[in-house]
């Protein structure tokens, strides 16, 4: 087993390692930028270590002072979370070359699949289906013309050096081809300093289906069925399921053992994800490989009952997976909510505050993922991710009622947060029945606001009990001289017991 | 008492009055409601509306925090058995209510009802921007004195790897650049006023 793991990232994922750590007895060293000082994971960590100033690039991102801070304080291995450098391969080497155990993949897998048309390439060799596309890094403007003709339009023209939606573009007509190419090249040139890009089919109404896969270093690959994360807004993820209501046993089949080829292509080892692309007439095509733990893990360990950081660490630490394919079963339905400060109103554009209030729902099937607690700053430096709601029942009209329970129950003051849009979201019938595509919330909730509501006015009366209670004029300060309501009155008067 | 509350661009007058059978009448706008508090404890309310039960939680931002004074209310609804109860936040600015309302509520006499603020309606008409998120300057693209075009990108604001351009909203002379380079701003934070040609 390993000894002492550096944490190497913020927020709830920070949260979720380190008790998987506290739990398995393994010493933890969280780190923070000067921002995160008073944060949930540096609070409940037991040792802490300060990496620079709230930007990332001059902490969460400064692989050489973590690789410093993990040998200083005794470490033995770092946990990337994901986000930051959790995809890095440059990242990865400096930690094994550091002699620390990264706990992740192998450098060469996260390499393979970190270039995208060459993780294509890999993948048709391995007989993984992939969306018809093009990518060839002398192509003239003319080559890309014609191979586009071929694939046939709508298509995607898209980064090569990395995923998440930067630099996509969706070209309807030959005529926005060239556009699209020099944008996307910018882009790319940007987020990645290297302008290659490719073109792929671009698979209208598809749903957003992702396969978790778990790998040991003794040659065993097991996949743990399907995600659904077809709610997305700006090419982020908001709701996640599993089973796929999308799904057949058949193609849920096809899939895993698709995830399982992709994984054993690049020798890859640890937990990871493949995304695929499923169209109307469920062909699946391979998007991409995250080649770290998903924001979205825990509806998986939901249903499978496998703890997936428990599994990271056992695996890093060169134990062999404790269970076959055959001994993974399914079990009910788990549906998970991202809680982002931002407001869906406002184009989901990030806000800040402090926490004043926190009350998180409980019970039965019932799991908070949160980074935050009252009292806490959220800042402009980091993502916008706060929490994460999941719950779990028998079935999925059962798990989505549960939720809509547990989000009437979620109580967040001090700043603006997309909870009002999820109860809206998992309401919304399109959604309830299982048909949301990828579009879903681009167009049905297009120009979203908050409707009127009849607790519009009982909100104003809270507030003013609440400022009446307190014996506060409206002005915030002075008490108010014969406040004339009833629980003030300091003779045990009591209403309505 | 009364109680006056900025949501969004308008305002909205509450007014308290205890009655001798222990229960409040509450008037929100023209709309009355009787109200049965059942415990207030640490920003937390459990109350009857007509007949209906709710629990609301409300805080405020500790005195000496900067900006402007806000509350946060939050509501959840009355129990239908079988449904979940509806749940809601808000977001309010507490303001001094308008003088000369303080006689006793007669019911459904008084309508207030939303009232422009007039401060934003003056905010408006001179075209001065605010901050839509909060984050931090990147570049300011303009002077002071300088005439600008409307949609001109003015400044670039970022915040959680959003990168958003402020453009002018209408053609005119910038009279004032609140803010600088390298500035973390807070939404609602104004940062440039523009003069509209005339």
């Known amino acids: ?497 | 008492v009364e109680f006056c509350y900025r949501v969004g661009e308008t305002e909205q007058l509450v007014r308290l009055e205890a009655q001798v059978d222990g229960t409040i009448i509450a008037q929100v706008g023209g709309r009355v409601y009787r109200v049965q508090l059942q415990s207030a404890q640490g920003g937390q309310f459990h109350f009857m509306v007509d007949g209906r039960r709710y629990e609301a939680f409300r805080a405020r931002p500790m005195q000496g925090s900067q900006g402007v004074s806000r509350c946060y209310v939050a509501v959840v609804g009355s129990t239908t058995p079988g449904e979940p109860p509806e749940s809601r936040h808000y977001e309010f600015i507490p303001v001094v209510p308008p003088q000369g309302t303080g006689q006793p509520i007669e019911a459904g006499l008084l309508r207030l009802g939303a009232r422009t603020n007039p401060a934003v309606a003056r905010s408006r008409a001179r075209g001065s921007l605010d901050a839509h998120m909060p984050g931090q300057v990147v570049q300011v693209m303009v002077n002071e004195g300088e005439q600008v075009s409307a949609g001109q990108p003015l400044l670039v604001l970022e915040a959680m790897k959003i990168v958003t351009r402020v453009v002018a909203p209408v053609a005119g002379r910038i009279s004032r650049v609140l803010v600088q380079e390298g500035d973390t701003v807070e939404r609602g934070q104004r940062l440039v006023d523009v003069e509209p040609v005339a």
């Open chain 1, 1 to 497: 087993m390993l000894r002492k793991i550096l944490i190497a990232n913020r927020g709830e994922i920070a949260v979720r390692i380190l008790r998987a750590c506290q739990e398995l007895g393994i010493g933890a060293v969280a780190v923070y930028s000067e921002a995160d000082a008073n944060a949930l994971h540096v609070r409940l960590a037991g040792e802490t270590v300060c990496i620079g100033p709230p930007p990332p690039a001059e902490s969460y991102l400064c692989g050489e002072r973590l690789v410093e801070v993990a040998a200083a304080t005794g470490c033995d291995a770092i946990h990337p979370g994901y986000g930051f450098l959790a995809e890095s391969a440059a990242f990865a080497r400096m930690v094994r070359d550091a002699g620390l155990v990264f706990v992740g993949p192998p450098v060469e897998a996260i390499e393979k699949m970190g270039v995208k048309p060459e993780a294509r390439a890999l993948m048709q060799q391995a007989g993984v289906s992939v969306a018809p596309g093009f990518a060839s890094p002398k192509a003239t403007q003319e080559d890309f013309a014609r191979a586009a003709e071929q694939i046939g339009y709508p298509l995607m023209v898209k980064a090569a050096g990395g995923g998440g939606g930067i630099g996509l573009q969706i070209v309807y007509q030959p005529a926005a081809l060239p556009d699209a190419i020099a944008s996307a090249r910018q882009a790319s040139q940007r987020a990645f300093g290297d302008p290659a890009i490719f073109l792929e089919k671009y698979i209208a109404n598809g749903r957003h289906i992702e396969v978790q896969i778990l790998a040991d270093s003794h040659g065993n690959v097991v996949h743990l069925y399907e995600r659904e994360c077809s709610i997305q807004r700006r090419h982020q993820k908001i709701i996640e399921e599993t089973p796929s209501p999308f799904m057949t046993d058949g193609v849920r089949a096809t899939i895993g053992q698709a995830a399982i080829a992709a994984a054993r292509a690049v020798g890859y080892v640890n937990a990871g994800t493949v995304e695929f692309i499923v169209d109307e007439q469920m062909n699946h095509y391979f998007l991409e490989m995250n080649t770290r733990l998903q924001v979205e893990h825990p509806v998986t360990e939901m249903v499978t009952g496998v703890d997936l950081v428990r599994a990271q660490i056992a695996v890093a630490a060169g134990n062999p997976l404790p269970f076959t394919q055959d001994s993974i079963s399914r079990r009910g339905h788990a549906v998970e909510c991202r809680i982002y400060a931002e407001d869906p109103a406002q184009d989901f554009l990030p806000t800040t505050g402090r926490v004043l209030r926190l009350v998180e729902p409980s019970g039965p099937g019932i799991r908070i993922d949160s980074g935050v607690a009252v009292g806490d700053e959220i800042s402009v430096y980091y993502d916008p991710l706060i929490a994460k709601l999941i719950v779990w029942a028998e079935d999925r009209g059962l798990a989505l009622h549960r939720m809509e329970w547990a989000l009437n129950g979620y109580t967040m003051l001090g700043l603006t947060t997309n909870l009002e849009f999820l109860r809206e979201m998992v309401r919304y019938p399109l959604f309830r029945t299982g048909g949301a595509t990828t579009h879903f919330v681009a167009e049905q909730m297009k120009g979203w606001q908050p409707q009127a509501s009849t607790l519009d006015d009982i909100a104003l009366i809270a507030a003013a009990l609440a400022d009446s209670a307190e014996g506060r004029q409206p002005d915030g300060d002075a008490p108010a001289s014969n406040c004339p309501i009833p629980w003030q009155r300091n003779d045990g008067f009591r209403i309505g017991t």
